[in-house]
């Protein structure tokens, strides 16, 4: 019992910490103050009343007893666990492989002369051609699907659950997931009579009436500066001159003035010293964004953003809730002696490949770099993460995966028999769109209504739904190919898709 108070006590001064000082701290002790004022809110019973409400809600991760370790609070299921520091190991090869052979070192303090002229061009380092040809990606997408196709629970035998059994996908470990009525429960918003931004017509309320309405009511959600408000009112689509505000807010991103120092200080960081992970951050912007139609005006904030975040130490804070653990190095000399480890690099993500992608549609929306940087690392720690790690979490890519092959299997039984029989199971076509959340393969209005409902619903679940409607909206020409090359080809072009229709018809006018 004392274990649990203090684990809560805990939980709450690092909740106040990292408020404080912020919009939503400001209207969290207003809100507090006036709820006292109410007669059914009794303060002596006010603790045990929060205390029920953290265990009831889920919120927080609370331990199950007191003596539970702290990994089992990353990730409670030991063969996830295992996978995940498995493929952590294989990652970490691959990099210090490429570290051998290359004869290049983790990290350099550059010269003085070097360092004057990365400051320089800081702005306008799309401009450099560097020879980065022996550098190679240390994974790729493909690379990480088949990990999780290997996964498997050792407690599980085939014939021990009927389900489990008769799930014909590549993803064999039994997660629970949800079915098309639950997601409807979960999505009701999305419903076919609520009215939507990025749908041209409406049964109910003609579109611009409804777009100006809308409007009216995201600008009263911004000029309270109400967060929660605001997540309840994107779940209907923002409007496009009022996204980025409201996105921050959501996020809880303000801008002070230490905020932007932060921001230098990494800069600064970048400036100073050359990591290995830099060169492959270089590679992958060069080859991919700067020959991208939508993304190549900004190769600079790019290069800019990526280069930060590898310094940035902050981000270690969500390994607290990430499976994965940061990869450790040691200082030369010194390999083993747990006192000369550091983090490496030091925000403890080796980024994969197309990893930019991440940032890119950002930059649509922030224009300012210290406020599109924190923007960005934002969204990482709360969603994109889980589609870089092994987990059991709802939003996890293994849960995503199962999510996707479900909803295929069960109600489009037909289609998925069909693609799986002629060596095309949709999951290899799918996982590149699931972990890169859609980013790179919709167009960039499209992509930005999809992320809204991400930030809405505070789940990466829509993700998996959308997949299977792309699948379900496409199935009468998937339904005549014969190979795999044949079924990419159908779903090579992702560009021209209006995903609220999509995702309408597929939860709430498919067949259940």
């Known amino acids: 019992m004392l274990q649990e108070e203090s684990d809560i006590s805990l939980i709450i001064a690092q909740i106040v910490q990292k408020l404080k000082g912020s919009n939503l701290y400001a209207q969290l002790e207003r809100q507090a103050w006036a709820s006292l004022q109410r007669p059914e809110i009794k303060l002596e019973s006010l603790k045990e009343d929060i205390k029920e409400f953290f265990k009831i809600s889920g919120l927080f991760p609370l331990p199950s007893h007191p003596a539970a370790p702290p990994e089992h609070l990353k990730e409670p299921l030991v063969y996830m666990r295992k996978a995940q520091g498995s493929w952590e190991k294989r990652i970490l090869k691959s990099l210090n492989s490429m570290c051998t052979e290359l004869s290049i070192p983790l990290a350099r303090k550059r010269p003085v002369g070097e360092q004057k002229e990365l400051l320089n061009k800081w702005n306008e380092m799309g401009t450099d051609e560097p020879d980065l040809s022996l550098f190679r990606p240390v994974y790729a997408p493909k690379d990480f699907l088949e990990v999780l196709i290997n996964l498997r629970n050792p407690n599980y035998e085939n014939g021990d659950s009927l389900s489990f059994r008769t799930h014909l996908g590549l993803i064999q470990v039994p997660l629970k997931v949800k079915d098309i009525p639950e997601l409807k ?149 010194k390999l083993g002696l747990e006192e000369y480890a550091v983090f490496y690099p030091p925000n403890g993500k080796i980024l994969s490949i197309n990893f930019f992608l991440s940032v890119a549609p950002l930059c649509f929306l922030y224009h300012e770099p210290s406020k599109l940087y924190q923007i960005f690392r934002e969204m990482y720690v709360r969603f994109f993460f889980r589609l870089h790690s092994i987990s059991s979490h709802p939003s996890g890519i293994v849960s995503l995966c199962l999510l996707f092959e479900t909803l295929l299997q069960t109600y489009l039984p037909q289609l998925f028999y069909h693609l799986r029989e002629i060596g095309a199971q949709p999951l290899r076509i799918s996982f590149k769109w699931m972990v890169r959340a859609f980013s790179g393969y919709l167009a960039t209005d499209q992509l930005l209504l999809l992320w809204d409902r991400i930030l809405g619903y505070n789940s990466l679940e829509i993700l998996a739904v959308l997949a299977a409607a792309v699948f379900a909206f496409r199935a009468v020409n998937l339904m005549e190919v014969t190979s795999l090359a044949a079924a990419e080809a159908v779903l090579a072009d992702l560009s021209t898709l209006k995903v609220m229709p999509l995702l309408q018809i597929f939860l709430f006018a498919t067949v259940t």
């Open 185 to 333: 429960e979960c999505f009701v918003e999305l419903g076919l009579n609520t009215g939507q931004l990025g749908i041209d017509d409406s049964t109910q309320v003609p579109p611009e009436l409804f777009e100006n309405e809308h409007v009216r009511i995201g600008q009263k959600v911004l000029a309270e500066q109400d967060s929660a408000a605001a997540q309840q009112y994107i779940r209907q689509g923002s409007p496009t001159a009022l996204r980025a505000e409201l996105w921050a807010l959501i996020l809880n991103i303000s801008s002070q003035p230490e905020d932007i120092l932060y921001y230098e200080q990494l800069k600064t960081n970048v400036i100073q010293h050359d990591l290995l992970v830099d060169s492959l951050i270089y590679k992958d912007v060069k080859l991919t964004a700067s020959n991208d139609d939508y993304y190549f005006v900004f190769e600079d904030y790019l290069y800019q953003v990526l280069l930060c975040f590898s310094r940035d130490t902050s981000v270690l804070n969500h390994f607290a809730y990430n499976s994965a653990s940061p990869p450790k190095s040691y200082i030369r000399g």
